[in-house]
């Protein structure tokens, strides 16, 4: 993404050093940030949900710099990208911390852009649950059309795909049976920026949305995104985007083909992380009734 958010010459005087004085006479250290985000969502809805606050960013790492004694500005850079890199419109973040006054045993050409520096790069790698369904047309040609449109999308790596179920509609009106799916992926964006991906990618399918519920040529839903560990990014409650997806727990065609494709993976529903196998234990049979195995694909 070329979309950017850049804060310089972030300074403070700190005690950080390898050697013996640096540890009690303060010098200055200098943090700039670049912070790599999606801006289109910010740039229409003028929201700061839809973006980071910098003055936010620039507080917590004004507090790594004045914080702990550590010898490296290694140490600093990584613990500011942390920080840099924790709020969800952030894709990736460059780093940079000087050292004007170093003691390096020459002089450097002024106190403030001179010394040394270290710059980082660190990105978002989140793990990203994707459900695939579709029953109109040619369902099968057109999943595998979908898994091979999401392993072109810059910022998705897609790493493991379930195989084809076969599935009663659930819900709607009379209509065929689905094709469902689950992918797997790992990925830096932001979840609105997936979600339009999904959109993308299923009006190219020629989906259309006129009944809730209603038989569609591809269907894309963004199931969880973030990893078991991750706190921040887990849930996400707007108007056009809901994270986890908020009927995933009681779905048949999305737990089966997700559990083929980990067998341990977990949910975080509003009762805390659950085994998706205990949820799929806890459907009743009805619900598992008209899963059967589709036909054999191996899209990636
Ligand atoms: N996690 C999510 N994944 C996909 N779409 C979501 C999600 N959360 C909210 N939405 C919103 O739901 C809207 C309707 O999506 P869609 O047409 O795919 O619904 P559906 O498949 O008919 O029903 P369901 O939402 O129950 O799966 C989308 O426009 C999207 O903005
Ligand atoms: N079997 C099955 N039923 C559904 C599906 C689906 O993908 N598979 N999707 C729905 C809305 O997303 C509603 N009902």
Request: net charge negative; hydrophobic share 45%; aromatic share 4%.
């Amino acid at each position: 993404m070329s979309d950017r958010i850049g804060l310089t010459g972030i300074v403070a005087e700190a005690c950080h050093g390898v050697l013996e004085h640096e540890k009690r006479a303060p010098q200055r250290f200098v943090a700039d940030i670049v912070l790599e985000c999606d801006l289109r969502r910010a740039g229409t809805d003028d929201e700061l949900a839809s973006t980071v606050s910098y003055a936010d960013i620039a507080q917590g790492a004004y507090a790594v710099l004045t914080g702990d004694s550590v010898d490296l500005i290694e140490t600093l850079a990584e613990r500011i990208a942390a920080v840099a890199l924790a709020p969800v419109a952030v894709e990736a973040v460059e780093v940079t911390i000087r050292k004007p006054q170093a003691p390096a045993g020459v002089p450097f050409v002024d106190e403030v852009t001179g010394g040394p520096f270290v710059t980082v790069r660190r990105e978002h790698d989140r793990e990203v649950v994707i459900a695939l369904g579709a029953n109109m047309g040619d369902r099968a040609g057109t999943m595998a059309d979908a898994v091979r449109a999401l392993t072109a999308v810059d910022g998705l790596e897609v790493v493991a795909c379930s195989p084809l179920l076969e599935t009663g509609a659930v819900g709607g009106p009379e209509q065929p049976d689905y094709l469902n799916a689950v992918v797997v992926a790992r990925s830096r964006l932001a979840p609105w920026t997936l979600l339009d991906e999904l959109h993308r990618i299923e009006r190219n399918h020629g989906r259309v949305r006129e009944v809730r519920w209603g038989a569609r040529t591809l269907d894309l839903d963004l199931i969880q995104v973030g990893d078991s560990t991750d706190d921040f990014d887990l849930r996400f409650e707007t108007e056009e985007l809901t994270l986890p997806h908020p009927r995933a727990h009681e779905r048949a065609f999305v737990l089966v083909p997700w559990s083929r494709v980990d067998g341990t993976a977990q949910l975080r529903t509003a009762a805390g992380s659950e085994d998706i196998r205990e949820l799929i234990d806890g459907l009743p049979a009805a619900a598992l009734d008209g899963i059967r195995p589709g036909p054999a694909w191996d899209p990636l």
